[in-house]
């Protein structure tokens, strides 16, 4: 049976039928589309660029820009790297769990937001560091963290 993300991901990828060596460019399409490239998209792109499954499946699990999961409307990238780790990123981690019902590589279950950890952002004298989406929030602790989540939270309702 044909899925409805099926057929749009056939529809765009269409540029690239046949072309086995723009598969990342056709994924990366799908992806700027759907927000994610579902298992149906990467059975449809595999079909219409012209590549086995599972060459798709080893590209898209390869690259870590691409996610075979749906994201929320806002990132955390919580910095994992030495400064922000001594400073109680751990911390940190434990507050969004308990605000956010979801830890590393998760998305809460309303959609607002997807967790990310990363490695150093540049701004470890602001340790712990977390970036959500474009704005870095530094000197967190448990409390502030929360407080900035139910902030976001309420403004995205
Ligand atoms: S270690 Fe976290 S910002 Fe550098």
Redesign the pocket.
């Known amino acids: 049976m044909t899925t409805s993300t099926e057929t749009r991901a056939a529809e765009l990828t269409k540029p690239y039928t046949g072309r086995p060596a723009e598969l990342i460019q056709a994924l990366h399409r799908v992806q700027t589309e759907l927000g994610y490239i579902p298992e149906a998209a990467q059975a449809a792109v595999a079909e219409t660029v012209g590549v086995p499954l599972s060459q798709v499946r080893g590209v898209v699990t390869f690259y870590h820009f691409f996610r075979t999961t749906p994201v929320g409307r806002h990132t955390l990238r919580l ?1 994992l ?4 780790h001594v400073r109680g990123a751990e911390l940190v981690l434990k507050a969004i769990r308990e605000e956010l019902g979801v830890g590393l590589g998760g998305t809460s279950a309303d959609g607002v937001f997807t967790v990310e950890g990363v490695r ?5 004298g ?4 977390l970036m959500i989406d474009e704005e870095v929030y530094g000197k967190l602790d448990p409390k502030k963290t929360k407080r900035i989540l139910r902030g976001i939270r309420e403004n995205a309702k």
């Open positions: 910095c790297g030495t400064a922000c150093c952002l540049g701004a470890c602001l340790a712990p560091v």
